[in-house]
């Protein structure tokens, strides 16, 4: 099995947001030559998260974000002494990776799909770390 790493680095402008990184993912599987297997799509933070939804229409981002708000609200009773204690339960339950399958040398995704990175502790410095295995 062949394996190809690749790491990129992106900034965040603020507390809450879903960042597109459809065509960085893109990108590294070109990269990578493999043809058909799949591409691991990781975030090494514990603030921070992946997630797959719709890309072509701006209001579900706001949509999703202002759930995530209401379900978890900052809250200053939190025992976490940093105050980011919503920022770390929206991304247990959002995850840190996605799996995507790739045939002929494409992503596998939906017609309205695309790879989001969820920033919910920002404006910060983050890396996503992929791996395309084939």
């Known amino acids: 099995m062949n394996h190809y790493f690749n790491t990129f680095s992106l900034k965040t402008n603020r507390r809450s947001d879903l960042i597109d990184i459809t065509s ?33 229409d701006p209001d579900v981002v706001h949509d999703m974000l202002s759930t995530l708000d209401k379900l978890i609200p900052q809250n200053p ?10 920022s770390h339960v929206k991304s247990s ?15 596998q995704l939906g017609t309205w799909q695309g790879l989001y990175f969820c920033e919910f502790d920002g404006p910060r410095n983050r890396r996503v770390l992929l791996q395309v295995s084939g």
């Open 77 to 86: 009773s939190y025992r976490h002494i940093e105050g980011n204690s919503d």
């Open 24 to 56: 960085e993912v893109e990108a590294a599987v070109a990269k990578s030559g493999i043809d058909n297997g799949t591409v691991i799509v990781y975030c090494p933070h514990t603030t921070g998260g992946i997630t797959i939804n719709e890309n072509a």
């Open 93 to 107: 339950l959002v995850g840190i990776s996605e799996t995507v399958l790739i045939r002929n040398g494409k992503m």
